[in-house]
């Protein structure tokens, strides 16, 4: 038995480990199918808390969107694993910093800065997924996913700019979706080698289960709050069967096929989507330096499937 397949003995193994992804070359066609289909559901996601938030107290629709993932990918047929004693802790630490502690920050933070700034701001995710592979992992970005970094951040600010400029984004939101991005980047690398031992079905669903735990005391505390209209009802439970359960299982697969700094570079598109669809719905207006922004966001996240050298 291999020391990457379940069942296996690693004493001493560490909470974060090094793990090489399947592709390590230029994206393949699936690898992008992936790529751009969780950039859409995840860039989707701020517009559907948003509305959410219209009936809904934030730590209502952190339950109610992660019970509905959770359901989900219970439901899913998915291969019978079990996880390895040694890895039961990462898969509690997992669940907390990668759905319940910034899950619950997000709605939060759409309190006091619009959707399309949070999904903005959410462009950091990579800055600190990279930090932590290089600081942790000893693994260092350079050549394309390097210079990726540097032009995916450049875009992700040209974006922000504007709406920082006209007050909207209020510090108490900003500081709140950034912790949640420095979470994500912990649990991106977190997730890569417990992704290649189990898969991600068998993984995520597990996930998703332990975090409805941990997020049902604030949910219930605040179920008093909720008003139950049809409109934020049925984008709540939109945010949890596509935003949080379809999309954290194509998730958890494209990290194990092409790793976890490069996987993180979805969330350079996300910000793509949420102004898109933050135009359409809520007539959010975008200035010309944000247009320019997304052309360095798209050539950043080109320039992250590129071959690592």
Do not use: C
């Amino acid at each position: 038995m291999t020391s990457n397949e379940p069942g296996s003995s690693q004493a001493g193994r560490r909470l974060f480990e090094r793990s090489d992804a399947a592709n390590d070359g230029t994206f393949t066609p699936g690898d992008w199918g992936l790529f751009l289909a969780v950039a859409a559901i995840w860039g989707s996601s701020f517009l559907f808390i948003d509305i959410g938030l219209d009936a809904f107290p934030p730590g209502l629709i952190t339950l109610l969107r992660v019970g509905s993932g959770a359901l989900t990918l219970l439901l899913l047929p998915k291969p019978s694993v079990a996880i390895e004693a040694s890895d039961r802790s990462r898969l509690v630490l997992l669940s907390v910093i990668w759905v319940a502690v910034p899950f619950t920050l997000f709605p939060i933070a759409e309190q006091y800065i619009n959707s399309s700034v949070t999904g903005l701001l959410n462009g950091a995710t990579p800055i600190f997924a990279a930090t932590v592979a290089a600081v942790l992992l000893r693994q260092r970005a350079k050549g394309p996913l390097l210079l990726g970094i540097v032009v995916g951040f450049a875009g992700i600010v040209l974006i922000s700019l504007p709406s920082i400029g006209d007050g909207a984004s209020e510090a108490r939101g900003v500081l709140l979706v950034l912790a949640a991005t420095l979470s994500y980047g912990f649990a991106i690398n977190l997730a890569a080698p417990l992704q290649h031992r189990y898969g991600s079905l068998p993984l995520m669903s597990r996930m998703l289960a332990l975090a409805t735990v941990w997020t049902l005391p604030y949910g219930l505390w605040e179920i008093d709050d909720a008003t139950w209209e049809k409109g934020p009802v049925v984008a709540v439970l939109v945010l949890g069967v596509f935003g949080t359960g379809i999309a954290f299982a194509i998730m958890g697969s494209l990290v194990g096929r092409v790793g976890s700094t490069r996987a993180s570079f979805i969330t350079y598109l996300i910000p793509v989507v949420a102004l898109a669809l933050g135009v359409t719905f809520r007539d959010d207006t975008v200035a010309p330096l944000a247009v320019i922004g997304i052309v360095f966001v798209i050539g950043g996240a080109v320039l992250a499937s590129r071959a690592r050298r």
